[in-house]
């Protein structure tokens, strides 16, 4: 394999970076979720729940998405969806179906290098355990060994019963012990055509500012998944310094893992499908301050194509279901999505009608762990669906 390794930190704050049009600096709270697109929202939740632990059901709603008309044909659709976490740490899953439309499914065999979100990374603390339970377990289709990641740990990828890729990566931080074998999502691999012109959204505004590794060969990782034989060129990336913000320590660190096709030429996963289709639709981020954020991405030359914000008064919110904020979505250069939420309110005992006020805090400083485990009490089984 040709290797090229490289560890590199810019100057550039993963947690903090001022746009230099002014108006202060927006702040990356982590990833707080990966969309997925599917065609049975309970019946894939409840695979969530038993495979990765995603039990915490944040918020659910079945409302009309008027606002993402760019990539909903031009029309409003109805649409069911729900967030649940993890509580030893990560992302959370957005578990998306349309109500009223029937999903077009991929029409081609996803290979790796294809433009999209191809992989969503899971947390391990023990990869070769979480193999060995795996491999075990009938409703878990483990697709390659149990082998090395581009930082030199352990690793393995399965796929759900959708056809979905999920990376089990080695990752320390533990949110909530609960002694589960995973916590929740810790990253991605995207596929890209270009990896220096991808740095401008996923260094520049993501603030994934430390190349971990970068190699170009074929890798035994991948064999076994779709088109893993032949020659990728690989880039993994993180931020050098903690994330900030209220929900930082639930979140974690993440990685984004930018993959390019060197052997034959790359098909958008998206083409001629809408977001929601069946797939991972998204990498979304949680952030405050999404004036500043709106302005440097336009700087950036990647400005937001969805904004809640011009819908709305200045400083009110956007209704979420159970919960309330704004969002926005920009695309990075091969048209993949990334969606940004600033959180006003969350649910956090809803029975009771308690909801945790983002707006007038601090928005560097963590949440208390207290208030965060609370949301412990919004445990769902998959029997309960």
């Keep these: 394999m040709d290797s090229q390794k490289s560890h590199t930190t810019d100057k550039l704050s993963a947690n903090q970076i001022p746009p230099s049009g002014g ?13 997925i697109g599917v065609t049975n929202l309970y019946e894939a939740w409840k695979y969530y729940i038993e495979v990765f632990n995603m039990d915490i059901r944040i918020l659910e709603d079945n409302k009309v998405a008027e606002l993402m008309l760019p990539y909903t044909g031009g029309v409003p659709q109805r649409r069911h969806a729900c967030i649940a976490v993890n509580m030893q740490g990560g992302g959370g899953f957005e578990v ?11 029409d081609f065999e996803l290979n790796m ?3 999209g979100i191809l992989v969503c990374k899971i947390k391990s603390r023990d990869v070769a355990k979480t193999f060995n339970e795996f491999s075990r377990n009938p409703k ?26 999920f990376q089990i990566v080695h990752d320390d931080y533990i949110f909530k012990d609960e002694k589960r074998l995973t916590g929740g999502a810790v990253g991605a691999v995207i596929g890209v055509s270009d990896i220096e012109k991808a740095m401008t959204v996923y260094k520049d505004i993501l603030g994934y500012d430390t190349i971990i590794a970068d190699e170009t060969g074929t890798f035994a990782d991948y064999e076994g998944l779709p088109s893993g034989n032949q020659k990728f060129r690989r880039r993994l990336l993180t931020h050098s310094k903690p994330r900030k913000g209220a929900f930082s320590e639930l979140f974690g660190p ?20 809408f977001w929601g289709d069946p797939g991972f639709i998204q990498v979304c981020f949680d952030i405050r301050n999404m004036e500043a954020l709106g302005k440097y991405c336009a700087e950036k030359g990647h400005p937001f194509t969805v904004d809640t914000t011009q819908n709305l ?12 904020g704004q969002f926005a979505y920009i695309e990075d250069p091969d048209g993949t999505l990334i969606e940004f939420v600033e959180t006003h309110k969350v649910p ?24 965060l485990k609370a949301l412990s009490v919004m445990r769902v089984s998959s029997r309960q669906l």
Excluded: C
């Design 254 to 273: 993440s990685y984004i893992e930018l993959v390019q096709a060197l052997e034959r030429t790359p098909k958008k996963l998206y083409e001629g499908r």
């Design 348 to 371: 956090i005992m809803k029975k009771l009608g308690l909801a945790i006020n983002l707006k007038n805090r601090n928005p560097e400083k963590p949440l208390p762990k207290f208030i």
């Design 313 to 324: 008064k200045e400083g009110s919110s956007f209704d979420m279901g159970d919960a309330a």
């Design 23 to 35: 108006g202060g600096a927006y702040i990356i709270s982590g990833i707080q979720q990966i969309g």
């Design 113 to 115: 290098g294809d433009l």
């Design 140 to 165: 878990v289709n483990v697709v390659t060994n149990l082998s090395k990641n581009l930082d030199g740990n352990q690793t393995f990828y399965v796929k759900d019963p959708y056809g979905n890729l």
């Design 96 to 106: 998306w179906q349309y109500a009223e439309r029937k999903p077009k499914q991929l």
